[in-house]
């Protein structure tokens, strides 16, 4: 069974600094292609970042670009994101999925929380 | 970038009605479009790719159709755990990977 847990969410400041885990199983995690999109509080959902299989390809959103950092680590098949210079409208549950060219597979969320 | 645009942005619907939701892209995507379905707390669950191949063990009262810019997810006859909010995503021209802003189907 594919299973995605999402880790590391929580209430920073603004300014400060965030780093999210994503520890995946049921499958060949250095086979896939992975992204994380974000849901702002009763928002839609938005596209983040994404990186290859093998770490050559990463992508971000102009929203985020220069401030946040995907990477993954296959022998310990996690997915990370690196988050600083968080500001109010970084707020949102941040979801990490597989990618199949379409999102597959989503963890369950962790919520990032940027507010003084 | 491509703008995904879903409607209506509410749908009413009475249990054991059909339910036709739509999406339309700003420029062709050709048959690179996803729906996904989102219930309260918790995250998006795919149904649908390729605009109308549906994903492992989605039911048969879901259908998609479309191609280019027009797109539509069809659900035969509605349930009562289909009340939900549900996504379209094009993955033909990206980044960014882009999303409709979601249609709600709610009890009538």
């Known amino acids: 069974e594919v299973q995605l847990v999402e880790s590391g969410g929580g209430l920073v400041q603004p300014g400060g600094s965030l780093r999210l885990s994503c520890a995946a199983s049921?499958?060949?995690?250095?086979?896939?292609?992975m992204n994380w999109v974000r849901q702002a509080p009763g928002k839609g959902l938005e596209w983040v970042s994404y990186i290859s299989s093998s770490s050559s390809t990463i992508y971000y959103a102009d929203s985020v670009k220069g401030r946040f950092t995907i990477s993954r680590d296959n022998a310990k098949n996690s997915l990370y994101l690196q988050m600083n210079s968080l500001r109010a409208e970084d707020t949102a549950v941040y979801y990490c999925a597989r990618d199949d060219n379409y999102e597959d597979y989503w963890g369950q969320g962790t919520l990032v929380t940027v507010s003084s | 970038e491509i703008v995904m645009t879903q409607s209506p942005a509410t749908l009413s619907v009475s249990p054991g009605e059909r339910a036709t939701l739509s999406c339309r892209a700003s420029?062709?995507?050709?048959?690179?479009l996803a729906w996904y379905q989102q219930k309260p707390g918790q995250a998006p669950r795919l149904l649908i790719y390729g605009a109308s191949t549906r994903a492992t063990g989605i039911p048969a009262r879901f259908s998609g159709s479309g191609s280019g810019t027009e797109f539509t997810l069809t659900i035969s006859s509605l349930q009562s755990e289909d009340f939900a909010v549900y996504y379209c995503q094009q993955y033909n021209n990206w980044p960014p990977l882009t999303f409709g802003q979601g249609t709600k189907v709610e009890i009538k």
């Open positions: 420029q062709s995507v050709s048959s690179n």
């Open positions: 049921g499958f060949t995690f250095s086979s896939y292609s």
